[in-house]
């Protein structure tokens, strides 16, 4: 089964440059579909306002995290059931046992490159469809 | 300073560069410094707590980040701008998280804080503890860059 690449993806991180660089790498991979927000609020407000299919985010931002969020997320009943893709440089344990806690749908690790963050996208897609 | 924690860094800064980057830098040798001026036109500094207390910080030539974020981008940037700030500090960031990770191994629980930038020619590096601090220099083609880190005692040790 191949993964729909007009998936909308809402891209959250603090850093403009990361975006670029994680809409860069989602290109690669066949996904143009993409929106930015700056932090978890921002965030927020995209997903109360139009349709997402699927949400990257940071871990580390100001105003709210990018646990906050998936945890703001995970408890609202229009979008809980958002796949939901953490990136992080913390990959200390403590960080992924918080992330799988409060249903984390995959993490990747700072860095990483296009092909291992597109196949990231493609099982937490696939496994929902399965 | 603790020598094991010279290879987290050095290792990290390698891999985050050659991943993110497609640049592999070559490593020299390191070498203690005792002053605060940065050896390098753009620094990222962050703060790090736990296991360890202290600072890391990044310093590029404008030549190497240059070379360094038009590789992450996709596009040519020709001048220290606003996405290279941003970069500068996402680098810090990630060489931080991959130093912790491998140090976390070493049963080292190490935290960091936001990460942040200065540019400019001769501009110093503050470090958390004061100094002195460790140098590991790079080689890139573009040009060089270092890694400086001051970590003080390691709590519970």
Known sequence: MS?????????VDDFATMRKVIRNLLKQGGFENVVEAEDGLAALKILKSQQVDFII?????????????LKAVRGDDELKALPFLMVTAEALKDNVVAAVK???????????????LNEKIEKIVKSLAA | ?????????LNGTVQVLKTMA????KAGKPFLKKDSLARGDISGIIGLTGSARGSLALSFSESSILKIVSNMLGEEIKTLNGDIKDA???????????ARKELETLGFNI?????TVVAGKDHSISHVLG?????????TPQGPFVVDICIGNIVGQ
């Open chain 2, 88 to 98: 500068v500090g996402e680098i810090t960031n990630m060489v931080s998280g991959a």
């Open chain 1, 3 to 11: 993964v729909n690449k007009n998936l909308k993806i809402l891209i």
């Open chain 2, 131 to 139: 100094g002195p601090s460790i140098i590991i220099p790079f080689e």
């Open chain 1, 57 to 69: 985010s940071d871990w580390n931002m100001p105003n709210m995290s990018g646990l906050e969020l």
């Open chain 1, 102 to 116: 409060a249903g984390v749908s995959n993490y990747i690790v700072k860095p990483f490159t296009a092909e291992v």
């Open chain 2, 1 to 9: 300073m603790d020598v094991r924690f010279i290879n987290p860094f």
């Open chain 2, 22 to 25: 497609f640049v592999e830098p």
């Open chain 2, 111 to 115: 935290t960091a804080a936001i990460p």
